[in-house]
C-alpha cells in the first residue's frame, strides 16, 4: 500500500509513537488500523517486528524500520520498567514538536530534563491515564488539548535521572555524580536499589513495588534520590554510616554487616561508571567499620587505605611474624580489625606500606653493591671496612634495612671517583681498581690506604670506564701507598748505599736531580724512596761514579780526575767548601774516550 503521507522518525523518538504519528498524518483512526491495513496484527510486536515487511508495504525507508526495530528492542530490555498502556507526555516538549520521545516510555523517567518539569500521564481535564489509542498524539481522548497544562516543577534529582535516561547528560551542578555512559539497565538497578532499601531500619518491600506504572507513582518511589543525591557524596558517606551504625555489631565483615545492599551494589560498581558509589562506601567502611573489608575490591578501585600484614610482608620480603613483630614495637602504624569468629587481623596504611618500603629500598645487597661498582667481594668488603661505603653487619635484625649496604653510599663513592678522574695518555702499566686485592697487590693495610686516596681524590684515574671498577691507575701512583711489598723487591737509598758503598747523600742527590730513577713508598707513615733492580739496572748502563772507577783502579777520585783529561762529569753535588761529591761519568764518554786514537 501506498500511504499519502511519509514521515522521517526523529533521533528520539517512540518506535510506537512514529507508527501513531504516522497514522494521524494520513487520516486514519489510530495505529491500529494502521497495522490492519499493512497487514499485520494490530500489536506493538507487530508493527516492530518486521522491520522489511513494514518498509516494503509502507513504502518506506528500510533504515527506518529497522532503526524503529532496534529501539523496541532496547525498550523491551528495560522489562516490568518499560511503560506501557498509557503514555507519559511534558507539554512543553509537545509545544514544540508533537511526538513521543522514547525516554519517556522508561518506569522511571517521571520529569522532561530539557524544560525542569515533570512529566503528565493523566488528562487535568479528565482525570484518565493517556491511552497509547488516542488519536492524536498532543490530544486527550476527550479533546482536552494537553500543551496547555502547566506540569510542576521537577526535583534537581529527578532532573539527573531523566538525563542519563534520554542520553544527554550535561552535568547538574546540584547533584552529583556523573554517570555519563553508563548502560539504561544497570542506571535503573542502582536506583531501584538506592530507593527500595533507603531507609535502613525497616526490611526491603516487595520487588514489585520498585516497578510503578504512574508518573505519581514513580515520583513518590524516587523521592529518596532527592536526600541520597544532594550536595554529593556527604549525604550518601552519611546512608553508609547509618547502615553500619545500625547493621550487627558482631558481623565481622563488611558483606554481613551490609548485607544485601551492599552484596548487589558491589556487583553493580565492579566496573563502569557506578564505581563512585562502591568507592564512597568503602572509604567511609575503612573510617568506620572495625572488621575486615573486600580488599580485592578496594586495591581495584584504588580506595584499599590499608593492607593486610601477610600482604605487606610479602612486599617487603620479610616474615609476617618478623612485621608483627615490629608493629608491636611501636616500629609503625597499624590497625587491628576483628577477624574469623574470635581473631584479630593487622593491616597497615598504604602510605605507611611506602615509607617501610622506602626506608628498606635505601639499603642493598652485596651483590647489588658489587654490580653496580663493578668490583669484587674483596673489594667491596675492603671499600665497607675503610668507611668508604656504609655497612651493617647486624642488618637482618633491623627490619627497615634491606640489605647491609647504604646505596647511598654506594652512589657517593661512585661519583667522587668520577669526579676525580683526570684523563691522560700515559705508556706507564696501569692497574684497575677492581684488581685492588690483597691477593694480587699484598699487604692489606697499603691496599685500604690506596682506597681512601681514591675515595678521597688524592689518588687520581687517568683512565675511565662503564663503571668505576674498570678505572685505571697509575702502577707508580698506587706503588707510593705499597711500602713493605716494593720494599721486599727493591732496595731502599740506605740499603743501596750498604750494598754499592755509594754515600747515601750522593744516591739521594741522584735520585733528586733525576739520574736514578726510584719508586716512592710510605713507610711507617714516612715517605721513603726504594730503588728496583730495573732502576738500578738502567743507571748502571749510563752511569759510573767516579768514586766506583778509581776504586777500581786503586787511585782517589782526585787523582783520577786529572787522568780523564777532556771527560766530563755530571751529577756531583757541590758542597758547602767548594767540593764536589758524588760525581759521575756517562758511560758513553768513556767508551768514546777508549776509543780515541793515542789514549
Known amino acids: 500500500m501506498q500511504l499519502a503521507i511519509t514521515l522521517t522518525p526523529d533521533d528520539n523518538e517512540s518506535p510506537l509513537g512514529?507508527?501513531?504519528?504516522?497514522?494521524?498524518?494520513?487520516?486514519?483512526?489510530?495505529?491500529?488500523?494502521?497495522?490492519?491495513?499493512?497487514?499485520?496484527?494490530?500489536?506493538?510486536?507487530?508493527?516492530?517486528?518486521?522491520?522489511?515487511?513494514?518498509?516494503?508495504?509502507?513504502?518506506?525507508?528500510?533504515?527506518?524500520?529497522?532503526?524503529?526495530?532496534?529501539?523496541?528492542?532496547?525498550?523491551?530490555?528495560?522489562?516490568?520498567?518499560?511503560?506501557?498502556?498509557?503514555?507519559?507526555?511534558?507539554?512543553?516538549?509537545l509545544t514544540e514538536s508533537a511526538y513521543l520521545r522514547q525516554h519517556w516510555e522508561h518506569g522511571y523517567s517521571v520529569a522532561c530534563h530539557r524544560h525542569a518539569k515533570h512529566l503528565i500521564d493523566r488528562c487535568p481535564a479528565c482525570g484518565d491515564f493517556l491511552s497509547h489509542d488516542r488519536e492524536r498524539i498532543e490530544l486527550c481522548q476527550c479533546g482536552?488539548?494537553?500543551?496547555?497544562?502547566?506540569a510542576e516543577n521537577a526535583s534537581s534529582a529527578q532532573l539527573w535521572l531523566a538525563s542519563l535516561l534520554a542520553g544527554e547528560y550535561a552535568g547538574n551542578a546540584e547533584v552529583a555524580p556523573n554517570l555519563e555512559g553508563v548502560s539504561v539497565n544497570e542506571l535503573a538497578q542502582l536506583v531501584r536499589l538506592l530507593c527500595q532499601q533507603a531507609d535502613v531500619s525497616v526490611a526491603g518491600p516487595r520487588r514489585n513495588?520498585?516497578?510503578?506504572?504512574?508518573?505519581?507513582?514513580?515520583?513518590?518511589?524516587?523521592?529518596?534520590?532527592?536526600?541520597?543525591?544532594?550536595?554529593?557524596?556527604?549525604?550518601?558517606?552519611?546512608?553508609?554510616?547509618?547502615?553500619?551504625?545500625?547493621?550487627?555489631?558482631?558481623?565481622?565483615?563488611?558483606?554481613?554487616?551490609?548485607g544485601r545492599w551492599y552484596q548487589q551494589l558491589k556487583k553493580l560498581g565492579a566496573t563502569g561508571p557506578l564505581q563512585v558509589f562502591l568507592k564512597s562506601v568503602i572509604q567511609v567502611a575503612a573510617r568506620e567499620f572495625d572488621g575486615v573489608i573486600d580488599h580485592v575490591a578496594a586495591a581495584e578501585l584504588g580506595e584499599d587505605s590499608h593492607v593486610p600484614v601477610a600482604t605487606v610482608a610479602k612486599s617487603l620480603g620479610l616474615g609476617r611474624d618478623a612485621l608483627v613483630q615490629h608493629l608491636k614495637s611501636g616500629g609503625a602504624v597499624y590497625r587491628t580489625r576483628r577477624l574469623g569468629t574470635s581473631g584479630f587481623c593487622y593491616e597497615v596504611p598504604t602510605e605507611e606500606v611506602e615509607r617501610l618500603l622506602a626506608e628498606r629500598r635505601r639499603w642493598t645487597t652485596r651483590?647489588?653493591?658489587?654490580?653496580?661498582?663493578?668490583?669484587?667481594?674483596?673489594?667491596?668488603?675492603?671499600?665497607?671496612?675503610?668507611?668508604?661505603?656504609?655497612?651493617?653487619a647486624s642488618w637482618r635484625t633491623q627490619l627497615l634495612k634491606g640489605g647491609p649496604v647504604l646505596e647511598e653510599s654506594v652512589i657517593a663513592f661512585e661519583t667522587?671517583?668520577?669526579?676525580?678522574?683526570?684523563?691522560?695518555?700515559?705508556?706507564?702499566?696501569?692497574?684497575?681498581?677492581?684488581?685492588?686485592?690483597?691477593?694480587?697487590?699484598?699487604?692489606?693495610?697499603?691496599?685500604?690506604s690506596v682506597l681512601r686516596a681514591i675515595g678521597s681524590g688524592e689518588l687520581s684515574a687517568v683512565a675511565g670506564g662503564d663503571k668505576v671498577g674498570s678505572f685505571r691507575f697509575r702502577v707508580s701512583d698506587?706503588?707510593?701507598?705499597?711500602?713493605?711489598?716494593?720494599?721486599?723487591?727493591?732496595?731502599?737509598?740506605?740499603?743501596?748505599?750498604?750494598?754499592?758503598?755509594?754515600?747515601?747523600?750522593?744516591?739521594?742527590?741522584?735520585?733528586?736531580?733525576g739520574f736514578m730513577d726510584s719508586h716512592e713508598i710510605v713507610l711507617r707513615g714516612q715517605p721513603c724512596r726504594v730503588v728496583?733492580?730495573?732502576?738500578?739496572?738502567?743507571?748502571?748502563?749510563?752511569?759510573?761514579?767516579?768514586?766506583?772507577?778509581?776504586?777500581?783502579?786503586?787511585?782517589k777520585s782526585s787523582a783520577l780526575l786529572e787522568r780523564l783529561g777532556g771527560i766530563g762529569l755530571v751529577g756531583g753535588k757541590l758542597l758547602p767548601g767548594g767540593a764536589t761529591r758524588g760525581a759521575l761519568v756517562r758511560m758513553s764518554d768513556l767508551a768514546a774516550a777508549a776509543l780515541r786514537p793515542g789514549l
Not at 486514519?28 to 518498509?55: F, I
Not at 482536552?144 to 502547566?150: C, M
Not at 654490580?371 to 675503610?386: D, K, Y
Open 144 to 150: 482536552h488539548d494537553l500543551r496547555s497544562v502547566t
Open 367 to 392: 651483590e647489588d653493591a658489587s654490580r653496580t661498582l663493578g668490583v669484587g667481594p674483596s673489594v667491596l668488603e675492603n671499600l665497607c671496612e675503610v668507611s668508604l661505603l656504609t655497612a651493617d
Open 416 to 448: 667522587a671517583v668520577r669526579a676525580h678522574l683526570k684523563k691522560t695518555k700515559t705508556s706507564e702499566s696501569c692497574v684497575a681498581l677492581r684488581e685492588l686485592t690483597s691477593r694480587r697487590v699484598g699487604e692489606k693495610k697499603a691496599l685500604q
Open 478 to 513: 698506587v706503588k707510593r701507598y705499597f711500602g713493605r711489598p716494593v720494599l721486599e723487591s727493591g732496595l731502599s737509598v740506605n740499603q743501596l748505599a750498604k750494598v754499592t758503598g755509594w754515600k747515601w747523600e750522593s744516591i739521594r742527590h741522584w735520585i733528586d736531580t
Open 18 to 93: 512514529y507508527y501513531r504519528r504516522l497514522a494521524c498524518e494520513n487520516a486514519l483512526w489510530n495505529w491500529k488500523e494502521l497495522a490492519r491495513m499493512a497487514g499485520v496484527s494490530p500489536t506493538r510486536t507487530g508493527l516492530l517486528s518486521q522491520p522489511d515487511y513494514m518498509a516494503e508495504t509502507l513504502q518506506l525507508q528500510p533504515s527506518w524500520t529497522h532503526a524503529l526495530a532496534q529501539r523496541e528492542a532496547t525498550a523491551r530490555s528495560w522489562r516490568a520498567l518499560h511503560r506501557f498502556g498509557h503514555d507519559a507526555v511534558c507539554p512543553t516538549c
Open 209 to 258: 513495588a520498585a516497578s510503578p506504572r504512574a508518573v505519581q507513582e514513580a515520583i513518590e518511589f524516587l523521592r529518596p534520590l532527592d536526600d541520597l543525591l544532594q550536595d554529593w557524596p556527604h549525604r550518601f558517606e552519611s546512608h553508609v554510616s547509618e547502615r553500619i551504625a545500625a547493621a550487627n555489631p558482631d558481623a565481622r565483615t563488611l558483606n554481613s554487616a551490609l
Open 532 to 555: 728496583m733492580p730495573e732502576q738500578l739496572l738502567a743507571f748502571s748502563q749510563t752511569y759510573v761514579p767516579l768514586s766506583t772507577l778509581a776504586h777500581s783502579l786503586d787511585s
